[in-house]
């Protein structure tokens, strides 16, 4: 099971500047996952691109990326890696507007699915309008898309290690915002006593909170901008 | 993978649920939030040996911080006031991360103005705030002056049990924070808001502003307006010198009898004379009118 801290991992920029060419790969996949969903949003949100533009330009940008090296050049002194990413992806929609009046389209990711569809349905359920606010937004989409992936994996342990009631309570409890359920309603529920109910949720929100900094730890620009990170989004001081 | 979507409503769930404190290692499992202050929030929680609820309030403060004091003070002055009226400490510890907490009774109940929302009863009312004069006057014979006491400090319990909760600034003699203004504006003594050193007058203060409160201010009755006022003289010299001084006066009223802080005028007088003697006026009315009755009718016949 995933631990309270993760372990020690570099950072995403020290990886991608890895001569090892598998590293490399894998560590730009991470950094796609993790980044792919918010940087679509912005593109559909901010710079009220159509679907299929948004998609071929958040295609075009990642490739890009990878084959150029440029994300490599990230300053930690300047801002935070999420920022200088926001800003690549303003320049390279803007550069590519001028280029030819609409975004064109890049070579194909094959590092992680591009799950579009998906995120147009999310687009679509957010019911997204034009932010007051580029960086708000954009860290906003990115703490989802996070959270979103430690559900996912949190989910996946627990049933991996025969403990699907566990998540299924945390499903019921904080993942269905309709339901205000109690803790003694889902004891009766489940056939479970309330400390049990109390301790099984427990586990899933400290697994939930592991994940999360594992893929936070491997998002961040730099070991201070992870500490920065966790503290604001989890108030934990991690040395 | 397939990432879980999310709604906005669910990632604020999240994120608070990933604020919480880890307990790993300590006999707390976290249920849910109860409250956040300046100092610290408060966590509905189970201890896992006893299997029972209790309320632990965890620092915001890093170790050795202003703010950590603050709350192991707080700890210290609960565990030397046991008093019905006051909550107990259970355990105080420290979690992995360093940050301080404390472990006490969970109340189930509500504050004061939830509770008032279903009680138009006066001497309900009054009731209440004798018994919270009661355990600020407890505090005050171990030397302890609350200095927040306010409507939101207050909390009724399930059984009817009155507590004084929130002692996060309260000092003993001795200690203080002379130069910070701690407090809560409209509750708050004079003395207080201006910095100065204060003692259990400022409670006093405290109590008459919460009085006013309970007794909706200008429409109070002008006895308990007079209790008030004297509870929230400028000069603390000028206040009830204790909390039981104070929590008398009022009782006094509640029974019908003159107050200290209120000088009556006859028709005053007569009207409490005629409310506090109702039944036995009526009494001796309806019994002279049956006999003026009968000595008409028999003097009629005869």
């Known amino acids: 099971m995933a631990s309270a801290f993760p372990p020690t991992r570099h950072s995403v920029i020290e990886r991608l500047r890895k001569d090892d060419a598998a590293e490399r790969s894998a560590a730009f996949g991470d950094l796609v996952e993790g980044y792919w969903q918010p940087v679509y949003k912005h593109l559909r949100a901010t710079w009220r691109m159509t679907p299929e533009d948004a ?28 920022t200088f990413v926001r800003v690549c992806v303003d320049r390279f929609a803007m550069n590519s507007r001028q280029a030819s009046g609409r975004a064109k389209r890049g070579g194909d990711i094959r590092l992680v699915s591009l799950d579009f569809d998906r995120a147009e349905q999310e687009v679509r359920a957010l019911a997204l309008s034009a932010p007051a606010d580029a960086e708000d937004f954009f860290r906003h989409e990115f703490v989802r898309s996070l959270f979103g992936r ?16 566990h998540f299924r309570l945390f499903e019921r409890y904080d993942l269905d915002p309709d339901d205000h359920t109690s803790y003694a309603a889902l ?22 909170r592991a994940h999360a900094l594992i893929a936070l730890r491997g998002l961040c620009g730099t070991d201070d901008e992870y500490r920065r990170e966790a503290r604001e989004l989890f108030g934990l001081e991690i040395e | 993978m397939t990432v879980t979507f999310l709604s906005d409503d669910v990632m604020s769930r999240l994120q608070a649920v990933a604020t ?10 976290i249920i849910d939030e109860i409250g956040r202050g300046g100092m610290g929030a408060v966590y509905r929680g189970l201890d896992d040996v006893l299997g029972r609820e209790v309320a632990i309030k965890v620092s915001n403060g890093v170790p050795g911080a202003e703010l950590e004091r603050r709350l192991n003070d707080e700890a210290r002055i609960l565990a030397t006031l046991e008093h019905p009226g006051i909550v107990p400490v259970h355990d105080v510890g420290r979690l992995a991360d360093g940050r301080l907490f404390y472990v006490m009774k969970r109340v189930r109940g509500a504050t004061l103005p939830e509770h008032l929302a279903g009680v138009t009863s006066l001497s309900e009312k009054l009731g209440i705030f004798e018994r919270v004069c009661d355990a600020v006057n407890f505090a005050h014979a171990h030397g302890v002056v609350h200095r927040d006491l306010k409507p939101d400090n207050i909390m009724i319990g399930e059984f009817g049990e009155v507590l004084v909760m929130d002692w996060g600034i309260a000092q003993t003699a001795g200690s203080g924070d002379r130069d910070i203004v701690l407090g809560t504006r409209g509750f708050m003594a004079p003395e207080q808001e201006r910095a100065e050193s204060t003692d259990a007058r400022a409670d006093v203060y405290s109590l008459g502003a919460v009085l006013s409160w309970l007794c909706g201010g200008s429409g109070a009755p002008r006895p308990l307006g007079a209790i008030s006022a004297r509870a929230m003289a400028a000069e603390p010299s000028s206040r009830y010198s204790t909390a039981l001084a104070l929590s008398s006066d009022v009782a006094r009223f509640r029974a019908g009898h003159a107050v200290d802080a209120h000088r009556e005028s006859l028709l005053e007088r007569t009207g409490r004379f005629a409310r506090t003697y109702r039944t036995a006026i009526i009494l001796v009315a309806a019994y002279l009118v049956m006999r003026i009755l009968a000595a008409y009718f028999s003097g009629a016949r005869s």
């Open chain 1, 187 to 208: 004891a009766a529920e489940f056939g479970l006593t309330e400390s049990q109910v109390t301790n099984y949720l427990s586990l899933v929100r400290r697994t939930f």
């Open chain 1, 55 to 82: 998609q071929d330009l958040t295609q075009a940008f990642f490739s890009d990326a990878f084959q150029k090296a440029w994300l490599e050049k990230y300053e930690p002194g300047k801002a935070r890696f999420r």
């Open chain 1, 150 to 165: 430690a559900v996912t994996e949190a989910r996946a342990e627990m049933e991996r290690t025969g403990r699907l009631v």
């Open chain 2, 20 to 29: 919480w404190p880890n307990f790993d290692g300590l006999r707390y499992t």
